[in-house]
């Protein structure tokens, strides 16, 4: 059974070497992630949009929107955004 969420949700901040996570609830849409990346978006942007996919999937989640501006975060940040996102969305 996927996990869903019950809210909105922020993890981050637009600082350098960081990134602003925020997850709404997506019914029935899927897992879809808008990023927005200015320092690298044309050299890793696909590899920071299959991550945050991967990191909501393997947490078991399925439908979630995903709103991210990236200041050139490394993977464990990205996945550190990511989880506490979905773990602040989940709370009732």
């Known amino acids: 059974m996927a996990k869903t969420l019950a809210k909105p949700a922020t993890a981050g901040f637009e600082e350098k070497n960081d990134m ?11 897992i879809e992630v808008e990023l927005t ?3 690298v978006i044309k050299q890793y942007g696909k590899h920071i ?3 945050i996919e991967k990191i909501a999937k393997d947490a078991g989640f399925s439908d979630v929107k995903f709103q991210v501006i990236d200041k050139g975060a490394w993977d464990y940040t990205i996945e550190a ?5 979905l773990e602040r969305g989940m709370q009732a």
């Open 81 to 85: 955004r990511v989880v506490a996102a």
């Open 20 to 30: 602003l996570v925020q997850v709404a609830p997506n019914p029935g849409k899927g």
């Open 37 to 39: 990346s200015s320092p």
């Open 49 to 51: 949009v299959a991550l």
